[in-house]
């Protein structure tokens, strides 16, 4: 069960909020000083309005261009500790599927942790309005969950009901790495009327051959993996894929595909509008 927000947020009032794990995380009054374990949650954060209450930031934590002058503390790779504790966080927001054992330690440190996990695209606006409530910055984050709503729900309706197409889509290349169909951009894909050929797989991000890929023969190749790291040369090795064959191949940038930020609204649009584009054809 997930809280229930309420426009109203004093800056005094205690605070008992049920984060995604199950977990209930107290806090005597609303986060003054907060700390973000991954760039989607630095975003999310400012997004919610709470922008001036991050003490601490994730590595790769870049939008928007202020975020760049906030102390950075690690990331999925590690956390620097205790530079995390010297920053006095009243509260640290953390990323389930990313961020592991850190939680633990950091729990055991005494720090309040709140855990997120957005796995659909409803999830955004409703993490903006408990960020909301966490900080005391409901009217500004109920503002951006509003808009972000309002968007995606102009988007499902213009796409119900369209032709479905063979979709992979690929995170990473050193090895082949894809979504499964918890996955958020699993979501996008459907979204769009897509079919992502690995919904079935058993873990979020699975490692996949090449020769799965060729066996389920795509129609469509969305890749979040930037150009220059030399994936058209790879793709050319597959002419009989239907993808490559029909130059089906496109490009979302990682930054919009992988974080999930209000900002992935952009790549639900690309991504449907290159599905409507393989459909024309």
């Not at 790769?60 to 002058?69: E, G, I, L, Q």
């Not at 994936?231 to 490009?251: D, I, S, T």
């Not at 409507?276 to 054809?281: P, S």
Request: charged share 20%; net charge neutral; glycine share 8%.
């Amino acid at each position: 069960m997930y809280a229930s927000i309420g426009i109203a947020t004093s800056a005094s009032v205690p605070l008992s909020l049920t984060d995604d794990r199950g977990h209930h995380t107290h806090l005597e009054r609303p986060a003054r000083r907060i700390i973000s374990l991954s760039p989607s949650i630095t975003e999310l954060v400012y997004a919610a309005g709470a922008g001036d209450k991050l003490v601490g930031v994730s590595s790769r934590s870049d939008y928007p261009v202020s975020t760049r002058a906030i102390p950075e503390i690690g990331g999925v790779s590690g956390l620097d500790l205790e530079r995390l504790v010297m920053l006095r966080p009243d509260l640290v927001i953390a990323w389930g599927s990313g961020n592991g054992a850190d939680i633990d330690r950091l729990e055991k440190l005494g720090l309040p942790v709140f855990v997120t996990e957005a796995a659909r695209l409803e999830d955004i606006p409703r993490l903006l309005r408990l960020i909301g409530q966490l900080a005391a910055t409901p009217v500004q984050a109920e503002s951006a969950a509003l808009s972000f709503e309002t968007e995606l729900q102009l988007i499902k309706q213009n796409y119900v009901g369209r032709q479905r197409v063979s979709v992979f889509l690929l995170i990473w290349n050193q090895p082949l790495m894809t979504v499964n169909g918890n996955h958020i951009i699993s979501d996008i894909i459907n979204r769009c009327g897509g079919v992502n050929i690995f919904a079935a797989a058993s873990i979020l991000a699975p490692v996949i051959s090449a020769e799965s890929l060729l066996q389920t023969n795509p129609q469509v190749i969305i890749s979040g993996v930037l150009p220059e790291s030399g994936m058209g040369a790879f793709w050319e090795r597959f002419p009989q894929m239907q993808a490559v064959r029909n130059k089906h191949l496109f490009f979302i940038h990682p930054d919009l595909l992988h974080r999930q930020t209000p900002r992935i609204l952009q790549a639900v649009k690309d991504v449907c509008l290159q599905l409507d584009q393989v459909r024309a054809e």
